[in-house]
Structures are given as structure tokens and as C-alpha cells.
């Protein structure tokens, strides 16, 4: 959402942190799956993750300033909620970012609320893209002229 206002080396960092949100469950469903594909398109083909990186420790310094740390906090939290829940180990790794960042727990339940609210609306638009999609299928498939 915000992640073109971050640097080369800030959208690395990123995207190292949401694969190891989305691994946290050992699962990748249909949706997390396209969240990170929609992730790399996002962020352009230049950012890559080393799978080596994956599971060592995050070097969170390109993140100097509160804005930027607290978008950080709210991109990983969109990407826990690709699936419509935020399992225990999804936050878990959330929840060492934001403590690494000094992030107060207010200020990140309010992110993680806001990331929520954010997934909702998401959700509910591309439902209504399909089935604006789905009608105007059928229309067609009728002759309707679309």
C-alpha cells in the first residue's frame, strides 16, 4: 500500500520479513501465496530475498524515524492478514519487529486495527469486482452487449 515510500534496502528488509510472516504457519494458501506475488510485482524485480536471510536476524537499522518503522509494522500486518487471520505465529514475528522497533503495544494494536480495517475494504473491493465480473459474463453469455 505505502511500500513505494520505502528505499531499495527498506523494501528488502520488507519483503525478507513478510515471507517469514507468511512462513510462520508452515502453510501457504491460495492467498498469502498471491499476496507475495503482488508483494514482488509492488516492489519491482530488483528486490529479491535471500533464502539464507530468512531465518537469521533482521537488521531493522534502515528503518531510523517512527513513520517508517510504524508503515513497516502496518505492511506486515496486511500480509498476515492475506488469509483473513493473523495466526499465533504470524504475530509472534510481528510482534518482535515492532518490540525491536520500540514500538509501544498501543501504537501497535492501533496498526494492527487499522491493517485490519485496511483487509476489509481490500476484500470487499475485489468482491465486487468479481461479481461485477461474474455478471457481465453472463450478460454476454446472453448477448447482452458489454
Not at 533482521?58 to 500486518?77: C, I
Not at 509472534?92 to 486495527?113: F, K
Request: hydrophobic share 45%; proline share 3%; with cysteine.
Amino acid at each position: 500500500m505505502f511500500l513505494d515510500r520505502m528505499t531499495e534496502t527498506q523494501k528488502r528488509c520488507f519483503l525478507n520479513l513478510a515471507n517469514r510472516v507468511i512462513l510462520a504457519d508452515w502453510l501457504v494458501p491460495p492467498d498469502e501465496e498471491t499476496m507475495l506475488m503482488d508483494l514482488a510485482r509492488e516492489l519491482g524485480s530488483t528486490v529479491t530475498v535471500d533464502a539464507k536471510s530468512l531465518w537469521g536476524k533482521v537488521d531493522l537499522s534502515p528503518f531510523h524515524g517512527q513513520a517508517v518503522r510504524n508503515l513497516l509494522v502496518f505492511e506486515l500486518y496486511l500480509v498476515a492478514e492475506a488469509d483473513d487471520t493473523i495466526c499465533r505465529g504470524e504475530a509472534m514475528v510481528i510482534d518482535e519487529v515492532a518490540r525491536d522497533l520500540e514500538i509501544s503495544p498501543e501504537n501497535q494494536e492501533m496498526l494492527r486495527a487499522l491493517a485490519h480495517e485496511q483487509h476489509v475494504v481490500d476484500r470487499a473491493r475485489l468482491d465486487r469486482k468479481d461479481q461485477a465480473d461474474r455478471r457481465n459474463g453472463l450478460l454476454s453469455d446472453l448477448g447482452f452487449p458489454i
